[in-house]
């Protein structure tokens, strides 16, 4: 299930001093058990980011790697850096710049400079978790367009805001009794709606910041699997309607009826969920992308490289470079130009 490791997926041998002759077969190691948690377009959609367990972000040049001439080379990161002490848990892009979280902190960094492989953050702000005496992971981001304002689904049970114009912080919504694993926009509303390990999907009028709905898939018999528990790790909207699993079924809920419409007869959990064009996509335990209609059928399940995916995104920034990719329990990030088979694979090396 996707709660992400509390511990530094270094280790120890971070810090020990080793042998150069042991330097290959200790970044072999790592490598095999890298996990990818985070992707992000840059604002032009001609480069990728890949956050990672080990603190690192990785720029991919989509351009090269799409080439007809493309070689094994291009599909390596052409700059990687370390951003966070800990798993980079997620990354969202601006018209300028990329935001990073990690375990506590959230970083910015400019999309100009990242790609002349520079990388200086612009700025870092730390989020206030009170009398806690550990430090919680900020799990996931996005933009509200409408006042240039950032939310972090935090995990000390509260969704976080914060103004980008000026760094400071302004609002939190507080009702979850858990960790909050995900987060959604419905932007026509100036709502968001978060995801929790309470088994809770909550709708906040950012206005206000007060919750105004909340739903317990797990308490719907259709939904419920009490196998895989109660928790929600991904939820997405459009318009009235949203999708949300986890530990439940992935289910198509209609928000002002509150009623679960449609659920998809999907194995083990999922991890990410969107909508795209007339289809939901979703990707979770299990090496496929499965692409489900509105109506409950799974049109397809299209193969992919990591046993599980963690991190699932359309580039919609650039017609010429519009692919889907995924990631997850691997160092690859599968790209997909037709959605329907892999065209191939970045990797970190």
Request: proline share 5%; hydrophobic share 35%.
């Amino acid at each position: 299930r996707p709660v992400p490791a509390r511990a530094d997926a270094k280790g120890e041998s971070s810090s020990l001093l080793v042998h150069p002759e042991m330097m290959e077969p200790l970044h072999r190691l790592e490598l095999l058990h890298m996990t990818v948690f985070s992707l992000g377009f840059s604002p032009c959609g001609k480069f990728l980011a890949a956050g990672n367990s080990y603190g690192q972000i990785g720029i991919f040049s989509l351009t090269a790697a799409l080439s007809i001439e493309a070689t094994e080379e291009n599909q390596k990161p052409i700059f990687t850096f370390q951003a966070h002490d800990g798993p980079v848990y997620s990354l969202v892009t601006t018209s300028r710049q990329l935001i990073s979280s990690g375990t506590g902190d959230v970083k910015g960094w400019i999309w100009n400079d990242l790609v002349k492989k520079s990388c200086k953050e612009s700025w870092c702000r730390r989020t206030s978790f009170g009398t806690r005496l550990d430090i919680p992971e900020i799990n996931s981001l996005i933009v509200n367009q409408k006042d240039n304002s950032l939310l972090m689904a935090c995990g000390d049970n509260t969704v976080q805001i914060m103004d980008l114009e000026s760094g400071t912080f302004t609002q939190t919504l507080k009702g979850h009794t858990d960790y909050v694993h995900c987060l959604a926009m419905r932007s026509r509303n100036n709502e968001c709606v978060s995801g929790s390990e309470d088994g809770s999907v909550r709708l906040w009028d950012l206005r206000t910041a007060s919750q105004v709905q909340m739903i317990e898939p797990y308490k719907y018999e259709g939904c419920s699997r009490p196998q895989y528990d109660k928790w929600i790790g991904c939820v997405t909207t459009d318009s009235d309607w949203m999708v949300c699993g986890g530990g439940p079924a992935l289910t198509l809920w209609h928000l002002r009826s509150v009623t679960p419409t449609t659920v998809y007869p999907l194995p083990g959990s999922q991890h990410q969920v969107m909508f795209h064009q007339d289809l939901i996509l979703a990707a979770g335990e299990g090496a496929v992308i499965n692409h489900c209609q509105i109506s409950g059928e799974v049109k397809t399940k299209v193969p992919c490289t990591p046993p599980s995916v963690f991190t699932l995104l359309v580039n919609e920034r650039s017609q010429e470079h519009k692919v889907l990719v995924a990631a997850g329990s691997s160092n690859t990030i599968d790209v997909f130009t037709n959605f329907g088979y892999r065209a191939f694979s970045l990797r970190f090396s």
